[in-house]
Structure formats: structure tokens, C-alpha cells
């Protein structure tokens, strides 16, 4: 049974960091195939960082480029989330995401809460 399970989330004031980590167990997972989302309240879902499918290069959603950076080890079956600059609009519930086999993120974590302070 494939379990993803997020940490490193809490409250930080508006322009401090957290780190984010997911551990991922159950069958392995390189890190290409780990990636970050989250939900915001009231909001959808929306993908946050992870590398795109078939290519070596990650991709960030517009409103954390330059503040967040994904990390992984593969082999680790772990990914890392560095966040950076946090504003008060990164407060959600930040969720890892794992894939197999296309380009769809089908496990899911329960999810890490961060809430930014103004």
C-alpha cells in the first residue's frame, strides 16, 4: 500500500521560511515522480512544484517561482518542498503527490497545513 506522508508544516510570519518534507512508502518512487500541490481555503487544489513528465526540468506554479525550490533524492523515496519569502496567499494545506507510469499524480498525502501571519 503506497503512503505518502508530508511534515514540516506551522505557522511562520510573512517573509520567513519552512521546509516541507514527504516520505513516501509503499513501492518506490524517484524523485521525478514526487511533486507538491495545495489548497488554499475556500480555493481549489492547484500543483505547486515537481518536475515535468519526460523531461528534466521542474516546474513551478508562477506564484512561488523564485521563492520555492523542490528537492529529492532518488532512491530516498523522499521529496522536499524549501519555501522561502512566504506571503500570507501560501497559507493552505500543502499536499505530497506521487505518480506512476504517465504524467497524472494519482497518490496523494493527507497533507501538511502552513498558515503565513501579516
Known amino acids: 500500500q503506497v503512503q505518502l506522508v508530508e511534515s514540516g508544516g506551522g505557522l511562520v510570519q510573512a517573509g520567513g521560511s519552512l521546509r516541507l518534507s514527504c516520505a513516501a512508502s509503499?513501492?518506490?518512487?524517484?524523485?521525478?515522480?514526487l511533486g507538491w500541490f495545495r489548497r488554499a481555503p475556500g480555493k481549489g487544489r492547484e500543483f505547486v512544484a515537481g518536475?515535468?513528465?519526460?523531461?528534466?526540468?521542474?516546474d513551478y506554479a508562477d506564484s512561488v517561482k523564485g521563492r520555492f525550490t523542490i528537492s529529492g533524492v532518488d532512491g530516498a523515496n523522499r521529496v522536499h518542498l524549501q519555501m522561502n519569502n512566504l506571503r500570507p496567499e501560501d497559507t493552505a494545506v500543502y499536499y505530497c503527490a506521487g505518480r506512476s507510469g504517465s504524467p497524472l499524480y494519482i497518490y496523494w498525502g493527507q497533507g501538511t497545513k502552513v498558515t503565513v501571519s501579516s
Open positions: 518536475l515535468e513528465w519526460n523531461r528534466a526540468e521542474t
Open positions: 509503499g513501492r518506490p518512487f524517484s524523485s521525478t515522480n
